[in-house]
């Protein structure tokens, strides 16, 4: 299992740019999620899934769209960017049943740089 | 906001010494959890404890939950240079899908 792989790795935007950051996981986990962590503010979470077709807001979803067409897919859509969202962004899934109390699997992470 | 809340922010010791960090957090939880993230890397699940529980060991790492405090500890024991990283605790409130909610983290350095 490659478990939850994330693209690109580094991308440098400029303000009002969109771009989508990918998000796959091959474990059939249910729950996805997509954080963000700034430096001393711990992640954050931005918008989650329990399920293809099922999304929801997380604590700071502002700027940024999610959909859930399948199990395996959770893209992160930024759809005009800002300064304020340069961050490292992380995907995570979690094992079934479809409750994200359980363990989460996070990817690699993916920097990005808006100027 | 943040729920949960690490403390110390930065703890550096010596290979071989025990390193204690706390997590205190606001609300009812389901379960606590600590993670840990290497430098750059994405965070590795460590341990969960349930509210129903008091302590709980893996390996070297001791976690403790004192839920009428709303706090937890993490214990390394004989700390390791490979232990240095930040660890996060992370609380799942009580109750139907819900947010999972990660604190600011401890930055652990163990000097060899």
């Known amino acids: 299992n490659a478990g939850v792989t994330q693209t690109p790795k580094f991308q440098v935007l400029k303000t009002g740019q969109s771009m989508t950051l990918q998000c796959a996981q091959d474990m059939n986990h249910e729950y996805m999620s997509w954080y963000r962590q700034d430096p001393g503010m711990g992640l954050r979470l931005i918008h989650y899934s329990v399920g293809a077709g099922i999304t929801d807001q997380g604590e700071v979803p502002n700027g940024y769209n999610v959909s859930r067409s399948t199990t395996e897919d959770f893209p992160l859509r930024l759809l005009s960017a800002a300064p304020s969202q340069t961050s490292v962004y992380f995907c995570a899934s979690s094992y079934p049943p479809k409750l994200a109390k359980e363990t989460q699997y996070f990817g690699p992470g993916t920097r990005l740089l808006v100027l | 906001s943040q729920q949960g809340e690490e403390d110390p922010q930065a703890l550096s010791i010596q290979e071989g010494e025990n390193a204690t960090m706390n997590c205190s957090y606001k609300?009812?939880?389901?379960?606590l959890q600590w993670y840990r993230q290497n430098s750059g890397r994405g965070l590795v699940h460590l341990i969960l404890?349930?509210?129903?529980?008091r302590e709980k060991h893996s390996g070297r790492l001791r976690v403790t939950l004192d839920t009428s405090k709303k706090s937890s500890s993490l214990l390394i024991t004989a700390s390791r240079a490979a232990d240095t990283a930040s660890y996060f605790c992370?609380?799942?409130?009580?109750?139907?899908?819900?947010?999972?909610?990660f604190g600011t983290g401890t930055k652990l350095q163990v000097i060899p």
């Open positions: 609300t009812s939880i389901n379960n």
């Open positions: 992370a609380t799942a409130p009580s109750g139907g899908y819900q947010k999972v909610t």
């Open positions: 404890i349930r509210s129903n529980e």
